[in-house]
């Protein structure tokens, strides 16, 4: 998932429990579960955006 032109981390289904997913930052670490796919960028861009404006 991007934002801007920056990869701000991963949303991907979770193999073992369906109808989960699994949000990753840009260098892989577990940043969470979401309900949605939708849900999980929304966190991360979020998070990406906190981070850059130095907020975390």
Do not use: I
Request: no cysteine; hydrophobic share 40%.
């Amino acid at each position: 998932m991007k934002v801007g032109n920056e990869v701000a981390g991963y949303v991907a289904e979770d193999g073992e429990h369906p109808g989960v997913w699994v949000n990753e930052d840009q260098n892989g670490r577990l940043m969470g579960h979401s309900a949605t796919r939708e849900q999980g960028a929304e966190f991360l861009a979020a998070w990406f955006l906190a981070e850059d404006q130095g907020w975390t």
